[in-house]
Nanobody, 122 residues
């Protein structure tokens, strides 16, 4: 069973930083690529970052150089370090599992968590 649980969202001023965390079940962590997508009100889902078990990563152009995805294999943990946050980063962020980096970056994912809200004020 695929299980993903996010934490770490919050409110921050523009230019600030947040770190999101996601714990995945064993079956999820070992079987799929993992990543993050976000969705703002009345907007489409947007893939943000993805990582696979070989350590390969991919980022959306809008977050390159500001966000870093990483994983802690021993604890089935996935992280998203977000720096230089902008108001346009405001959204619900979801941890997700998918078959590839590319799939997650277009938010074509098979499973996702309940989401964690990130709000960036100007």
């Amino acid at each position: 069973q695929v299980q993903l649980t996010e934490s770490g969202g919050g409110s921050v001023q523009a230019g600030g930083s947040l770190r999101l965390s996601c714990v995945a079940s064993d079956s999820t962590y070992n079987k799929y690529c993992l990543g993050w997508f976000r969705q703002a009100p009345q907007k489409e889902r947007e893939g943000v970052a993805a990582i696979c078990s070989d350590g390969s990563t991919r980022y959306a152009e809008s977050v390159k150089g500001r966000f870093t995805i990483s994983q802690e294999n021993a604890k089935n943990l996935l992280y998203l370090e977000m720096n230089s946050l902008k108001p346009s980063d405001t959204a619900m962020y979801y941890c997700a599992a998918g078959p590839s980096l590319a799939a997650i970056l277009v938010a074509r994912v098979g499973a996702w968590g309940q989401g964690t809200q990130v709000t960036v004020s100007s």
